[in-house]
Structure formats: structure tokens, C-alpha cells
């Protein structure tokens, strides 16, 4: 099976734009996550999508935001840019979320907010 | 709320020696344990969790809900070890979210 891919795998933005970044999941998971990782405040979740749903959400202020297509394949948006968003992305997918359920982990993007 | 805590963030061991990273939760529940780890220049892969009870690659870990920890350990390391070591619990709620510690750098010397 193919892994969980990210497009793009590097981002420069400048303040105050908007980013869309896009995931795309083990074929058959229907469940995707989303990560921040960040050298201060290491992982920290933001989100994640399954059947289309946003089924839990972390503490990140709504300029964060995300959705889930039909395919699986999830997007999240991050608008009006903060200098502190320059971070990599990850995203992982899984089957369901139940237990004995694997995430498995996409190569990130990494957003740099100049 | 929930939270886990991994306090050292570099272990520097001689091959063959014992390694032992330390994980410490909080949770008011029955949390899900993982272990997860990223070699470098590769993506982040879970190692093993404590629902399954087994060893990988010579680690295992054991859940000890009265010190609410869930210590990674390997008799003998070996340089190929050397990575980061991510601890990680999945709260009762349904769905994904996965809860990381800081993470700890585990060096292994020739």
C-alpha cells in the first residue's frame, strides 16, 4: 500500500496570507489527524476528520481549520498567518480510531512564516 | 486534562548497554499507550502499544497505572537504536487524538 502523503512538503508564507495544505491517506482509512510540531511545544494535536466529520478538536484558535472529502482525503486551512504557525505539519491516517487501530504517519509539511 | 511527561530529553548509552526512557501520565481514565519513534530522515511509526503486550525490535514496556507510567526498555541497545522516542496516550473518547510527550533523544555510542 502506498503510505499517507503531503503536498506540499515545504511552505514559505509572510504574515497575514492564508494556507491550504492537503493530505492524503493509506487507501481504506477513513480517519484523519492532524499534528503541530513545533521545537517549544513539540506535538500538539489539531485535529481530526473521519467520514467527513470533524470528530475531535485540539486547542488551536479557529484561524486553524480543516475538512475531509469523500475520498478521505483531507485539507486544513490556516488563515491570516502568525509568525509562531512556522511549523511542520503532520497528518496520519487510520482505519476507524478504534483500539489495535495504527496511525500511520505522514512526511509533513514544513511552513515557514516569514 | 491530559498529559504526558517524558523528563529526559537526550539518553546517551553504550551498545550493549541497558536503555530505559521514561514516560509519566495524567489521565482520570483508562488511557491507550503508546510508544512511538522516529530514525532520522524517516517519518514517525509506532513502535509498540501496551494493549498488545508485545516486544518490538527488543523494547517492551510495561503500563503501571498506580505510578501512571509506561517506561520503554531494551536490555541491550544497539547503534541502529539511536532515534527519537515519542511517549503517547489516547484519552476514552472515540476518534484519534493522540497526546505526546516532549519526546526523548536516545543516542547510541559504539
Known amino acids: 500500500k502506498a503510505g499517507v502523503t503531503q503536498t506540499p512538503r515545504y511552505l514559505i508564507k509572510t504574515r497575514g496570507q492564508q494556507v491550504t495544505l492537503s493530505c492524503s491517506p493509506i487507501?481504506?482509512?477513513?480517519?484523519v489527524s492532524w499534528y503541530q510540531q513545533t521545537p517549544g511545544q513539540g506535538l500538539q494535536f489539531l485535529f481530526e476528520?473521519?467520514?467527513?466529520?470533524?470528530?475531535n478538536k485540539g486547542n488551536f484558535p479557529g484561524r486553524f481549520s480543516g475538512r475531509q472529502f469523500s475520498n478521505s482525503r483531507s485539507e486544513m486551512n490556516v488563515s491570516t498567518l502568525e509568525l509562531g504557525d512556522s511549523a511542520l505539519y503532520l497528518c496520519?491516517?487510520?482505519?476507524?480510531?478504534?483500539?489495535?487501530?495504527?496511525?500511520?504517519f505522514g512526511p509533513g509539511t514544513r511552513l515557514t512564516v516569514l | 486534562a491530559q498529559r504526558v511527561t517524558q523528563p529526559e530529553k537526550l539518553l546517551s548509552v553504550f551498545k550493549g548497554a541497558p536503555v530505559e526512557l521514561k514516560c509519566n501520565y495524567s489521565y482520570s481514565g483508562s488511557p491507550e499507550l503508546f510508544w512511538y519513534v522516529q530514525y532520522s530522515r524517516q517519518r514517525l511509526q509506532l513502535l509498540l502499544r501496551h494493549i498488545s503486550r508485545e516486544s518490538i525490535k527488543g523494547f517492551t514496556a510495561d503500563l503501571n497505572k498506580g505510578e501512571t507510567s509506561f517506561h520503554l526498555k531494551k536490555p541491550f541497545a544497539q547503534e541502529e537504536d539511536s532515534a527519537m522516542y515519542y511517549c503517547?496516550?489516547?484519552?476514552?473518547?472515540?476518534?484519534?487524538?493522540?497526546?505526546f510527550g516532549g519526546g526523548t533523544r536516545v543516542l547510541v555510542k559504539p
Open positions: 487507501s481504506g482509512h477513513r480517519s
Open positions: 496520519a491516517s487510520s482505519f476507524s480510531g478504534g483500539a489495535l487501530d495504527t496511525q500511520y
Open positions: 476528520y473521519f467520514s467527513e466529520t470533524q470528530r
Open positions: 503517547a496516550l489516547k484519552g476514552q473518547a472515540a476518534g484519534n487524538k493522540l497526546t
